[in-house]
């Protein structure tokens, strides 16, 4: 299985090459595939911005690498370059706020560079950080899709239509993804007959990422308006709904793309189970639930405009992108350390006390 999934790598939205960070422009796929080179820190933290790379464990490998590259800067322009280098730690923290994986890599980053001896070349040991740092997510990603796959044939082991929200794929992590990661491996195990992708508006990680990852993987994709959730769920049979998550507090809370939510509920509603596919590095055991965590607000001109086209009538706008869903409305959170179902903050400790499986 795990050659089989490797072979399904195909996408990657960054590449650590020449000593600089190239990333996918994910704001024009699938019509045009435009690489940007990033040679600073700052240029990092504006792509993370500006949503060129985007999805939890993506963001917080660039800014691994981003730190490499302000590193670079810092030293070259010598002095105290290490407390000079805090200032790019905080511009890159500061990028996105929601998605935990971009501090935790960061603080790794950091830890890496306080344990530098005296006869190591800080430059090199702090970029084989970043590159492990990736390599893991990577390692990650094959040990939940194997998980997650045996949970599905544990309650049906004949094909079944499966649903997803957003993009949690190989565009937003360092390997072919987290849910999208469960949807391949039970696709090659012979358990789907149809995954359903919602747009996810306003930023249509669904309709232009999503769709685009597994209709090029051939598994069979169908793409919904987002409100047409709960009538697919009573009219065509789903039987999992599978996301990711840019976070997890410590009750087993779990934030996410905006919409989440209201899909967990729905599926409660209609008897269909809700997985929540994630590394360890987007469980956040310091925050105690998901009401203490601050959700992202973007620009009102993403749901005032489509495409650059202004279309809606000129009002107030309120666009959170994240939201937060209660752990009680999850079946199933998998790890690479582990599954566990019903998460409630004892079990969400005794997973994260676990060796990771890989
Ligand atoms: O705003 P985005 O596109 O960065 O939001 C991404 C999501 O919400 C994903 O579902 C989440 O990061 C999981 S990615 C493996």
């Not at 309120?318 to 566990?340: C, M, R, S």
């Amino acid at each position: 299985m795990r050659e089989q999934l490797l072979a399904a790598e195909k996408i990657a939205p960054l590449e650590w090459r020449d000593a600089a960070l190239y990333v996918l422009d994910q704001r024009v796929l699938p019509h045009s595939q435009v690489w940007v080179c990033c040679d600073s820190a700052a240029a990092v933290a504006e792509a993370i911005r500006q949503m060129l790379v985007r999805g939890a464990p993506a963001i917080g490998i660039c800014a691994a690498y981003g730190f490499v590259l302000a590193a670079r800067a810092r030293l070259a322009a010598g002095g105290d370059w290490q407390s000079a280098l805090q200032e790019d730690y905080q511009l890159l923290a500061a990028s996105r706020p929601t998605a935990v994986n971009l501090r935790w890599a960061l603080n790794l980053m950091q830890e890496r560079l306080q344990r530098v001896r005296a006869d190591e070349d800080p430059l090199a040991a702090l970029e084989s950080e970043a590159l492990g740092i990736h390599q893991s997510d990577r390692e990650a990603n094959l040990v939940m899709a194997q998980l997650g796959a045996e949970l599905i044939r544990k309650h049906q082991g004949s094909a079944q239509n499966l649903m997803t929200h957003c993009n949690a794929g190989a565009l937003a992590t360092g390997g072919f993804g987290t849910a999208l990661g469960v949807l391949r491996a039970a696709h090659l195990e012979g358990l789907v007959e149809r995954v359903y992708v919602d747009e996810t508006r306003p930023w249509l990680q669904g309709s232009r990422l999503t769709a685009w990852e597994l209709s090029e993987d051939g598994i069979p994709v169908t793409l919904i308006a987002d409100s047409a959730a709960a009538h697919l769920m009573k009219e065509r049979g789903v039987s999992w709904v599978i996301v990711g998550a840019d976070r997890i507090t410590a009750n087993g809370d779990v934030v996410n793309k905006i919409g989440t939510y209201q899909l967990a509920i729905n599926a409660m509603h209609h008897g269909v189970r809700f997985m929540v596919v994630a590394p360890s590095s987007t469980i956040d055991m310091a925050t105690e639930t998901g009401d203490d965590v601050e959700l992202e607000e973007r620009s009102a001109s993403e749901l005032l405009e489509v495409a650059g086209q202004r279309v809606a009538a000129q009002v107030s706008v309120y666009n959170p992108v994240f939201d937060v869903t209660p752990a009680d409305l999850v079946d199933a959170i998998v790890t690479e350390k582990g599954v566990i179902e019903r998460p409630d903050a004892d079990k969400m400790t005794k997973l994260m006390s676990r060796r990771r499986l890989h």
